[in-house]
């Protein structure tokens, strides 16, 4: 799991969502992040943190 800190309409916001639900956006230079109800785009100049496992943090940068 992984728990992003970002400035949102109405202040600082939280979400708790499985690492794997993090993707750069192509709408927005930022993240984005699946919800159960939907997705929210982020710029990185938004984001405070992100929060997961060493494990879940690692990518995979080796080519197929």
């Known amino acids: 799991m992984a728990t992003i800190a970002?400035?949102?309409p109405d202040g600082t916001a939280e979400e708790?969502?499985?690492?794997?639900?993090?993707t750069d956006s192509g709408k927005?230079?930022?993240?984005?992040?699946q919800l159960?109800?939907?997705y929210v785009h982020l710029?990185?100049?938004r984001v405070y943190w992100?929060?997961?496992s060493?494990?879940?943090g690692?990518?995979?940068?080796?080519s197929a």
């Open 43 to 45: 710029p990185y100049t």
């Open 16 to 22: 708790t969502v499985d690492a794997g639900n993090i």
């Open 54 to 56: 060493e494990d879940e």
């Open 6 to 8: 970002y400035e949102g």
């Open 50 to 52: 992100i929060r997961m």
């Open 58 to 62: 690692k990518a995979d940068y080796s």
């Open 28 to 33: 927005v230079q930022g993240l984005r992040i």
């Open 36 to 38: 159960e109800d939907g």
